[in-house]
Nanobody, 128 residues
């Protein structure tokens, strides 16, 4: 089992920055592909960013590309989401996710059904 705990959310002004953290306990996530998703009120959970288990591949939703950066620190069993140039439309609950199964070829994953472990989420509010 893997437990994921997000932190770092809060209130930020438009144009500001936040860094979200996702700390894992239980089994290591250092060799698992991971991702960040977000969900705004009344909307479906959507993909934000993904990182491969080796950390050498990343990808982003078009809406955050160039502003957000996903990274991982395997020694700390933690994944991060650096949010820069925040916009009001970034307001949502942010969730990190990890896969239980890892394929023989490292790759990225983009869909909620591809992930087995989820954190409880952290609220991000961007004021205009």
């Amino acid at each position: 089992q893997v437990q994921l705990v997000e932190s770092g959310g809060g209130l930020v002004q438009a144009g500001g920055s936040l860094r979200l953290s996702c700390a894992a306990s239980g089994r290591t996530v250092s060799s698992r592909p991971m991702a960040w998703f977000r969900q705004a009120p009344g909307k479906e959970r959507e993909f934000v960013a993904a990182i491969s288990w080796a950390g050498d591949m990343t990808d982003y939703a078009a809406s955050v590309k160039g502003r957000f950066t996903i990274s991982r620190d395997s020694a700390k069993n933690t994944v991060y989401l650096q949010m820069n140039s925040a916009k009001p439309e970034d307001t949502a609950f942010y969730y990190c996710a990890a896969r239980a199964m890892v394929g023989s070829v490292d790759r990225l994953y983009y869909y909620t059904e591809q992930f087995d472990y989820w954190g409880q989420g952290t609220q991000v509010t961007v004021s205009s």
